[in-house]
Nanobody
Framework: VQLQASGGGLVQAGGSLRLSCAAS????????MGWFRQAPGKEREFVAG??????SVGYADSVNGRFTIWRDKNMVYLQMDSLNAEDTAVYYC??????????????????WGQGTLVTVSS
């Protein structure tokens, strides 16, 4: 499975961005996908995830109500609204191939995209 993230850029605080992740290869073997982010000097953290089977989603508390994840065929999107400086990070999309493991844990994911930088200016 190959993942290609795009859509990052520079935006002012309060603005919006939409990230996209294109999945190719044996995508039918995956169970769900997620978005993670890593700010300078910090560990990679979960942002949002979606399960294929029932379409259920999960969000980190820090983005709940501001970010929205959804899927359209082999694309997964992350709409980010009301951005603030704390959202500045490299954003990664990832896919997990197993039902086991939490949607929220980095270690649950097997495939990773290359990352796209989001910079929010205050």
């Amino acid at each position: 499975v190959q993942l290609q993230a795009s859509g990052g850029g520079l935006v002012q605080a309060g603005g919006s961005l939409r990230l996209s992740c294109a999945a190719s290869g044996r995508t039918f073997s995956t169970y769900g996908m997620g978005w993670f982010r890593q700010a300078p000097g910090k560990e990679r953290e979960f942002v949002a995830g979606i399960r294929w089977g029932d379409g259920s989603v999960g969000y980190a508390d820090s983005v709940n109500g501001r970010f929205t994840i959804w899927r359209d065929k082999n694309m997964v999107y992350l709409q980010m609204d009301s951005l603030n400086a704390e959202d500045t990070a490299v954003y990664y999309c990832a896919a997990k191939k197993s039902y086991s493991g939490s949607l929220y844990y980095t270690a649950s994911y097997n495939y990773w995209g290359q990352g796209t930088l989001v910079t929010v200016s205050s």
